[in-house]
């Protein structure tokens, strides 16, 4: 009887149950109930593993360890503030006729299924596993973005599958792959695809194999990450899907791809014995910082502008891991963290912000300090966090991962000051006027629900300020495991 | 400080207080005379001084406390200068208060509070008269530092009777620079002295005027002290002037016989200056206002020149 | 808070974390009665004053006394923030203390209900803003420094954004944060050569390493750009005259004085105390920029028509001056002349301090000014100290000061400045010894055009007679602001009159940064201020004002005495033309107008000349800043270029995006196939 | 019979690449859906054989799996999609049908070489046939760019996921049970949304071409 049981059990019953009763008014609280549970129990692994270490479960084929417990509590923290934040969200969805109650009930249990994969995702010890988990969260996230069915949103949803699903296919080959190499070194016997006896025995895999491998798993599962070039899909899916959505596929889904790619770049890096692995994700990550920064200044679009700078983050943490060493993987893990968190907190903000005016064009919205004070400082807060202000924790990230680019890796940081400083200048530009000046926007019949907002915020404050003794050893033993690159 | 030092400090302080009227008037005197006027008589600016001090003051009835104590001020910090220009000894207590960069100092005191008073009344004429009395500061102080410098290179110290003790008792010997320098020094004094060709004293004509036109609004015995104070600073350039390029017979430390020796000679000199300064004023013709910036830009390079020619010959 | 050196006892680092954590407190109070104005008023900001005079005091014993570390349980894990109160620290929390008092009781008199931010949030912002300022200083990791100087950036950004209805503030403002940002970023990579790859961020570490001369000078130049940024250092001065006209007057005064000198801390910290090398051309760069931003100020600001606009052009031209010290400092100390090092590095430093209290008072009172008159145009002013004594006898005080006249502190840099200049010759090397007398001529040149700025400054605005009507009914600063301005007053005369105690003061500083310093030659000689021997210069200002005041005095009553005091008003002469009026009088542009034709190359100037046909004549110019259109507006244009190009990426194929996803992966293959 | 196994699988193999290259030149959608089905008809064997000879019972399993899926009811459902939404015809593609061949060899030899020196290494009977695997992958993914319908787009993914079928039977014999389940769950799952998005797709523009999915591009809107 363990407790991961609960982990995986509630977000798949959940789904289950709102498929069934998910068009009800009552559905909203239920999603947040079984989300609650799945963080609950997420916490008591939690405790397990701080207790007494990385453990199997189920004839290894899950397997727990720091790296991805942590994961797994802020994927559940996240999903069930998503889910506090969503309620009287969708319901003025609902009352501007947007969602009828079948997509309501759809909506409902895909989210509670999509967290259930990303779950599985993290929790598996299978790569094939993580291979199948990632396609299944693929599929439901591609029904929760058309939920609206709007001729746009069907056609992001269209992209996202047919450009997510070829990539995924990349990956898989990649797999095949891996398995292949795995099989010469341990033979036929089936365990050949459990992470921990592959991670074993990384010395030994062929080099040619899983060089080759490692591409199509980079491109694979990089198009999930969203790594320039193969980032087109991610704007449209996350400014076309419901608020809710744009949160957890920049917070968390990403983060599940990257996840992946990690546990490979170990592999490759074991067997390959040369930076190779790390250098094709620096110039990935640089690629897509600077890429994603001048994308970013020509937005007009305030849920395309917000989805681009998860691109440019999820660059900047792919440039940390690719560095390697146990500063920038302790750096990298740390943006992980704080971006899951302000991110979805600015696209709860701009959730609010958007109903108000009634439109995700910028230029449309302003002064949001005069119709509601907390919606309009959760808004500036956020962008001043997620452009790298301290006292937030992006900037403690970003510092170390500059001051270590800057000896290690001089030639990236030109870029990296390019792409952070575009950044900074087009989201400031653009924010500004929506929370100063004069308002032209009209207060909702629904209260926001602003407590996850300045909670994610507080907790990226203390990211950046003092980082809890506990978390601050899972990061490290994560760094760690994911090995100091020489 | 000696006895005679308190003594030379003393008397160099009355002599710039009497003196000053005389050279005003000497100058004057000499210009008649080169244009064949009939002159008033050498002594005149005194009468002047005292005709004015009986008169009743008549002021602007809106006019500031600031326009009514200027005058005094400028007045003072025009003693002040000529007390610590070595003029008959380089032994003067009150030198190593102020040396040549407070010297500058000083006199830009001054020129702020004169200008500042012609602003306060807000006629038409005592704004432009302030503009452009600023316009030939900001040229004329920076020349006049560089020329002070170019002499404390040469003797390592900016404090003026250092400077002067070393001009005159060193072996004599000639510094290219200084010639320079002396070049630059004469524009700046005529300029700082609303003198031809820069500024005419002795008309009222709106197109040239720029000290006139400061004080214009004056009268009674702020007219006066504003009056003596520029005697007293044309005095004051004329013996730095002459302490610098001419230091000759400017008694040392504790040696009366050379103090008294100094006076004659100190008289000799101004009185050579001031016709030397009227035949310059005969001879040369006043220039437009914005010709001044010009003009004094070529004394600043000038004095900049002298410098680097300084630094060229490793002197100092 | 818990210190190294003795456990336990209460020690200056803890009283300074106690100041500053007071300052957080009100704050939050300031939060806490958001709306109640009278509170915040009246008791918030005085206190937060008491506050700085308690700084003031823990700095100047912390001065003299050994360097004091203190460790907070905050941070990075491995990287607690590390605090180190040295004597530069503690020279920097004079300066912040000694202007923050002042200006606080000013700021408590001049927050008036109204627009924009609530008063309880400017006043968290506010003393946030003192807080940070005094943790950049006091910071010994780059982690806290840097969230210190964030934090700085980020709450005088809301300050200055307070009134945020107007949209060319809020442009002000992004201005400002994205300058400061772009530096922060720079200072960062600064850091990061400095920690030469130890991955410790200490600054003890960054001492200890010993960096190759390229790398050393990658770092300097980073640091120079980045603090300069935040200087206003030619050519990243825009902000400056943008940001401070935008904020409130008390934002504006602790921004120049002290925010600035904040940034040059910066790159004293850097170039003296982290990095161990010093090269010769370092020191020229930086004497190059200082002169160029400082002759560049002076000259714009002579031309200003806005009160505040002209006061920040002289900020950035004090901030030239000050960095000339700097490069001048750097230069002799890598010739390893230790003295004259020492010499410049305090004129500089006494530039900053008396800076700050002259620009913090002249900032005041354009507050106060702005206040009675609800006008900030220089052309519309007049005729003020009639109406408000206070405000114009205090402002006198600092524009004298910062005209660089004696008896003031102003004077007392430039001398020291010019003086430091004319021991330059015995360089080693010919061609810096040339390079002399021009740095000499054009700090002259710069003084006496700051002059004939502060008379146009003082003179417009107090002096002749008002321009509007409304201003015959401006009233005088209330209790509060006269306060603060006292105070600030005080300090420019003591800052004037007492150089030896002041240099007694930034003694230890120089002693530590280049080991050199003025104390003895100034201890033994008690009235006169010393540079290096008696023969060489002296200057004694308290003489000096005696001196004047004497004769002053004597010659008063002497006329009195000898002749009479009658005195008659009249209307003043009119010349024969009875009809002149106010606007009659020199206007500010006027003022600046030979100035404008002198230096016309340094300006962008649009003029509307009138012609003899017109119904109504009007003669306009507008003069604007060239590096604006030679530098920022390409920069801008460039990015938007490219972004456009980039934009061409997603053109919404998606057999186009699968194309790219193909070719990559191709390439990829290829790549690894090698 | 042993020896001759290499041998078959490789005709096999070769069956499959030849029918993605007629997938490529193929323009009548009926006929597209008939050749893929029939690639699947040759996976299906080559699994079956391989199972048979290596006598590895998930072989079976996994070819039973692909020949529900791939060779019945795929097929069987996009028939029945393109006559509810009658398209018939994929006229215009975005190449020329002969350049996209030319490409196509190229990326074969591509392949080919890229496979070459792992093929070395694998000791599976069918190793060799890992380059035709990535080839058919390459050329499948050249048709998804090259057809501007969404079907034939659709079959070119699916055809994508035959490639890699194959390539795991032939060079791994057979992945995990568990994952050849969650993969043909994926792949039953995936394709049921995509049928239903078609509908979707073509209640909104009246008609499944693609470039009425064009309208989100970055043109500052």
Redesign the interface.
């Known amino acids: 009887m363990n407790v991961l049981l609960f982990v995986l059990g509630f977000p798949l019953l959940g789904g289950v149950a709102l498929a069934l009763v998910g068009h009800k008014t009552y559905a909203r609280d239920v999603n947040v109930l079984f989300s609650l549970g799945t963080f609950v129990a997420a916490c008591v692994m939690t405790a397990q593993v701080i207790n007494d270490g990385p453990f199997f479960v189920w004839g290894n084929q899950f397997f727990i360890d720091p790296l991805n417990v942590f994961l797994v509590t802020l994927t559940a923290f996240v999903g069930m503030t998503t889910s506090i934040f969503s309620r009287p969200y969708m319901r003025v969805e609902q009352d501007h006729g947007k969602m009828t109650p079948p997509r309501m009930r759809l909506y409902h249990s895909m989210y509670q299924l999509f967290s259930f994969t990303m779950l599985l995702g993290f929790t598996t010890n299978n790569l094939g596993i993580v291979w199948v988990a990632m396609e299944a969260a693929t599929l439901t996230t591609v029904l929760l973005v058309s939920v609206y069915r709007t001729p746009s949103s069907l056609e992001a949803a269209w992209k996202y599958f047919i450009l997510c699903g070829v990539g995924i296919a990349q990956a898989l080959f990649g797999t095949i792959l891996v398995y292949m190499a795995a099989d010469k070194v341990l033979g036929a016997e089936s365990a050949t695809l459990l992470w921990t006896n592959l991670s074993a025995i990384k010395g030994e895999l062929d080099s040619t194999i899983m060089s080759l491998a490692f591409v199509f798993l980079l491109v694979g599962y990089g198009t999930k990450i969203g790594l320039v070039p193969m980032h087109s899909w991610l704007p449209d899916a996350h400014a076309e899907g419901p608020t809710p959505v744009s949160a957890v596929l920049s917070g968390l889904l990403l983060n599940v791809a990257m996840y992946s790619v990690l546990r490979f770049k170990v592999l490759t890096d074991g067997a390959v014995g040369t930076q190779v692995a790390g250098q094709l994700m620096m110039g990935f990550g640089l690629l897509s910082v600077v890429v994603a920064a001048f994308f970013l200044s020509r937005q007009k679009d305030v849920k395309r502008m917000f989805s681009y700078s998860s691109i440019e983050h999820m660059g900047l943490i792919t440039f940390a891991f690719g560095m390697g060493g146990p500063i920038a993987n302790f750096a990298g893990l740390l943006h992980m963290t704080v971006h899951s968190l302000v991110k979805s907190a600015i696209f709860f903000t701009v959730g609010h912000a958007t109903q108000k005016a009634g439109t995700q064009v910028m230029s449309e919205i302003r002064g949001l300090i005069k119709v509601n004070p907390t919606v309009g400082w959760g808004l500036m807060l956020g962008a001043m966090a997620i452009v790298g202000m301290p006292p937030f924790g992006v900037f403690a990230s970003e510092f170390l991962i500059l001051t270590t680019a800057m000896r290690e890796h001089p030639w990236a940081t030109p870029f990296l000051f390019m792409g952070l400083g575009v950044t900074f200048a087009s989201i400031l530009l653009r924010v500004l006027p929506m929370v100063f000046g004069d308002t032209t926007l009209k207060p909702l019949a629904h209260p926001p629900a602003l407590i996850p907002v300045f909670v994610h915020m507080a907790l990226g404050l203390v990211l950046g300020l003092s980082i809890p003794p506990y978390l601050n050893g899972w990061y490290v033993q994560a760094a760690a495991m994911m090995g100091a690159a020489p | 400080m000696s006895a005679l030092g308190v003594f030379s400090q003393f008397l160099a302080l009355l002599l710039a207080l009497l003196l000053a009227p005389l050279l005003t008037g000497w100058v004057n005197q000499c210009r008649h005379w080169m244009q064949n006027k009939s002159a008033p008589g050498v002594l005149q600016p005194y009468r002047a001084l005292h005709k004015l001090?009986?008169k009743?003051?008549?002021?602007?009835?809106?006019?500031?406390p600031?326009y009514r104590?200027a005058p005094?001020?400028v007045?003072?910090?025009m003693?002040?200068a000529s007390?610590i220009i070595p003029t008959l000894s380089t032994d003067l207590p009150?030198s190593?208060?102020?040396?040549a960069?407070?010297l500058v100092?000083?006199f830009?005191?001054a020129?702020?509070f004169i200008?500042?008073a012609a602003?306060?009344?807000?006629?038409?004429?005592g704004?432009?008269g302030?503009?452009r009395e600023?316009?030939v500061?900001?040229?004329a102080?920076?020349a006049l530092?560089?020329v002070l410098?170019c002499a404390?290179?040469i003797t390592?110290?900016?404090?003026l009777t250092?400077i002067v003790e070393t001009l005159a008792h060193r072996d004599f010997a000639i510094y290219p620079s200084m010639l320079l320098a002396g070049v630059a020094f004469t524009m700046v004094s005529l300029a700082e002295n609303a003198r031809v060709p820069v500024d005419n004293p002795d008309t009222h004509l709106e197109l040239t005027m720029i000290h006139e036109a400061m004080i214009?609004?004056y009268s009674a015995?702020h007219l006066a002290?504003m009056e003596w104070a520029a005697s007293l600073k044309l005095f004051a350039y004329s013996c730095a002037g002459l302490a610098l390029f001419f230091p000759w017979g400017v008694a040392e430390a504790n040696s009366p016989l050379a103090l008294l020796l100094a006076l004659p000679v100190l008289l000799l000199k101004l009185a050579i200056g001031g016709a030397l300064l009227a035949a310059f004023e005969t001879a040369s013709a006043k220039m437009r206002v914005?010709r001044v910036?010009e003009f004094l830009g070529t004394a600043?390079l000038m004095?900049?020149i002298g410098?680097?020619v300084?630094?060229?010959l490793g002197v100092? | 808070m818990n210190s190294m050196t003795v456990p336990g006892a209460w020690i200056h680092v803890d009283w300074v974390l106690l100041v500053v954590v007071a300052w957080l407190v009100i704050g939050m109070l300031g939060i806490v009665a958001l709306r109640r104005f009278r509170f915040v008023a009246t008791v918030l900001f005085p206190v937060g004053a008491v506050f700085s005079i308690v700084l003031m005091a823990v700095a100047l014993s912390a001065a003299f006394s050994s360097p004091e570390l203190a460790v907070l349980p905050l941070g990075l894990p491995q990287l607690p923030f590390h605090l180190r109160l040295d004597s530069l620290s503690a020279f920097f929390l004079l300066l912040i203390g000694g202007v923050s008092a002042g200006v606080s009781a000013f700021a408590a008199g001049y927050f008036r209900q109204g627009e924009g931010t609530p008063p309880g949030l400017m006043c968290l912002e506010y003393h946030v803003f003192l807080a940070s300022l005094a943790l950049v200083v006091m910071a010994d990791d780059a982690y806290v420094f840097m969230v210190a100087w964030e934090t700085m950036a980020m709450s005088s950004f809301f300050l200055v954004i307070s009134n945020h209805r107007k949209p060319e503030i809020r442009s002000a403002g992004y201005l400002y944060l994205l300058v400061a940002h772009v530096g922060a970023l720079a200072i960062l990579l600064c850091f990061g050569v400095l920690q030469a790859n130890t991955g410790d961020y200490t600054f003890a570490n960054m001492r200890a390493q010993h960096l190759s001369p390229f790398w050393a000078s990658i770092a300097f130049v980073l640091g120079v750009f980045g603090f300069g940024a935040k200087a206003g250092v030619l050519p990243l001065h825009a902000w400056l005259p943008e940001a401070h006209p935008a904020a409130p007057s008390p934002v504006s005064a602790l921004m120049s004085g002290v925010m600035l000198k904040i940034a040059l801390y910066g790159i004293l910290r850097v170039s003296f105390d982290l990095l161990q090398t010093h090269i010769w051309w370092w020191g020229v760069l930086l004497m190059a920029l200082g002169l160029a931003t400082a002759l560049f100020g002076v000259v714009f600001s002579t031309v200003q028509t806005e009160m505040k606009r002209l006061l920040a052009y002289s900020s950035i031209e004090n901030i030239g001056l000050m960095c000339a010290g700097f490069g001048l400092a750097l230069l002799f100390l890598s010739y390893g002349m230790k003295t004259y090092a020492a010499l410049a590095l305090t004129a500089a430093c006494y530039h900053m301090l008396s800076h700050a209290f002259f620009k913090g008072l002249l900032f005041c009172s354009t507050g106060a000014v702005m206040h009675a008159t609800s006008e900030r145009n220089l052309g519309k002013l007049g005729g003020l100290i009639r109406y408000m004594p206070w405000v114009a006898w205090s402002t006198l005080v600092g524009a004298l000061a910062c005209a660089g006249l004696p008896p003031f502190g102003g004077f007392v840099a430039e001398w020291l400045l010019l003086q430091s200049f004319l021991f330059t010759t015995g360089l080693p090397s010919s061609f810096l010894d040339m390079l002399v007398p021009v740095t000499a001529a054009l700090i002259a040149l710069i003084a006496a055009l700051s002059g004939y700025t502060m008379v146009k400054y003082f003179g417009v605005i107090f002096l002749g007679q008002p321009r509007e009507e409304k201003l015959s009914h401006a009233h005088d600063a209330g209790l509060w602001e006269r306060l603060g301005m006292v105070w600030l007053v005080l300090g420019c005369v003591m800052l004037g009159l007492f150089p030896n105690q002041v240099i007694a003061v930034i003694d230890p500083l120089t002693q530590r940064l280049v080991h050199g310093g003025m104390a003895h030659t100034v201890a033994e000689s008690s009235w006169l201020l010393v540079p290096v021997s008696i023969e060489r210069a002296s200057y004694a200002p308290f003489i000096f004002l005696l001196g004047v005041l004497a004769s002053f005095g004597l010659v008063f009553v002497l006329v009195r005495k000898l002749y009479h005091g009658r005195l008659r008003r009249v209307p003043p002469w009119d010349c024969g033309y009875p009809f002149q009026n106010a606007r009659m009088q020199d206007t500010a542009e006027g003022f600046g107008q030979p100035i404008r034709q002198i230096f016309e190359l340094f300006f962008r100037m649009t003029r509307e000349l009138p012609q003899a046909s017109d119904a109504s004549p009007r003669y306009a110019v507008k003069v604007e800043d060239p590096l604006w259109y030679w530098l920022y507006l390409p920069v801008a244009r460039a990015v938007e270029w490219i972004s456009a190009l980039v934009g061409l990426l997603q053109q919404g194929r998606i057999a186009i995006y699968l194309l790219y996803s193909f070719v990559t992966l191709i390439v990829m293959l290829l790549v690894v196939k090698q | 019979m042993i020896k001759f196994v290499p041998q078959l699988v490789n005709l096999l193999a070769t069956i499959i690449l030849l029918l993605s290259f007629a997938m490529i030149a193929q323009r009548r959608i009926v006929t597209l859906i008939n050749l893929f089905m029939i690639q699947g008809a040759a996976l299906v064997a080559a699994s079956f054989l391989l199972g048979y000879v290596t006598n590895q019972p998930d072989l079976y399993v996994s070819g039973a799996l692909t020949l529900v899926l791939k060779v019945i009811f795929i097929p069987w459902m996009l028939h029945r999609v393109i006559r509810k939404l009658n398209v018939r015809w994929d006229v215009e593609t975005l190449f020329n049908i002969p350049t996209t061949m030319l490409v196509g060899i190229g990326l074969v030899i591509l392949a080919f070489s890229l496979a070459a020196p792992v093929a070395k290494l694998s000791e599976t009977l069918a190793g060799g046939s890992l380059g035709i695997a990535l080839a058919c992958i390459l050329l499948s993914f050249m048709m998804m760019i090259t057809r501007s319908k969404a079907v034939p787009q659709v079959i070119g993914f699916l055809s994508m996921e035959n490639g890699l079928i194959f390539a795991a039977t032939a060079v791994t014999n057979g992945m995990p049970m568990i994952v050849e389940f969650g993969v043909a769950l994926d792949v039953l799952v995936g394709v049921l949304i995509l049928g239903v998005f078609m509908f979707q797709i073509r209640e909104k523009f009246d008609s499944l071409d693609i470039h009425n999915l064009e309208t989100l591009k970055d043109d500052r809107s």
């Open positions: 001090f009986h009743d003051s008549v002021m602007a009835e809106h006019a500031s600031l104590f005094y001020l007045f003072s910090c003693l002040l007390a009150l190593p208060a102020a040396d960069i407070a100092g000083l830009a005191l020129r702020v200008s500042l602003m306060d009344v807000g006629t038409a004429f704004t432009l302030a503009r600023m316009l500061g900001f040229l102080e920076p530092l560089m410098f404390s290179m390592g110290s900016t404090s250092a214009l609004e015995r002290l914005f910036p600043f004095a900049v410098l680097l300084n630094v060229l100092g």
